[in-house]
């Protein structure tokens, strides 16, 4: 049995409450029904590390605490995205969020398929000839992906991905 494509799944969704709840509850779960293994970047750090500064005292030891855990946050998704086959990217929102913006450009740079799910329906793009941001758009077409409205759409531009030994090139 051949190993299952992964995904990376970028996006601000861990965020917020509603977020968290549409990324746990429906984003991961439907596309480990379609059959990907994901790399899930809310989910790659320990929760208990995170809460343990969020109850530091505000000080030099919490901003340096939070200093060294971004470095390791950075990284470990840096890894997740070398390991991926390709990259479901969350859009949403007024303008693509930063992080999830430089994960698309490191992402394309490592030549991984990269396809975009903007359920929102607010304008963000530079001018009328885009969706979201032109340099964020340019990546994810140039990769051989595109940019859906509905997550259910994500499977038909998912459908050039395939898992190591059906014929894409593995990580």
């Known amino acids: 049995m051949n190993a299952k494509a992964r995904i990376y799944v970028a ?3 861990g965020f917020s409450e509603a977020g968290r709840h549409f990324h746990a509850s429906v984003l991961v779960p439907f596309l480990r029904k379609l059959g990907y293994e994901v790399l899930d970047p809310w989910a790659l750090t320990e929760p ?3 809460d343990a500064i969020e109850r530091m005292p505000y000080g030099t030891e919490k901003r340096d605490a939070w200093r060294k855990l971004n470095h ?3 990284a470990t998704n840096r890894q997740a995205i070398d390991q991926a086959h390709g990259v479901v990217a969350v859009l949403d929102g007024p303008d693509v969020d ?3 913006a430089a994960e698309i450009g490191y992402a394309f740079g490592r030549g991984k398929l990269v396809v975009g799910y903007r359920g ?3 304008l ?3 001018n009328e000839g885009g969706l979201v941001n032109l340099q964020v758009e ?3 077409r140039e990769s051989g992906g595109t940019i859906v409205a509905r997550y259910e759409d994500l499977e038909a531009s998912l459908g050039t991905l395939r898992s190591p030994g059906e014929g894409s090139p593995g990580p």
């Open 11 to 13: 996006g601000p969704l």
């Open 48 to 50: 208990g590390r995170l």
């Open 72 to 74: 390791e946050i950075g």
């Open 98 to 100: 930063s992080g999830t």
């Open 120 to 122: 929102d329906f607010r």
């Open 124 to 126: 963000s793009a530079d």
């Open 138 to 140: 340019y990546f994810i």
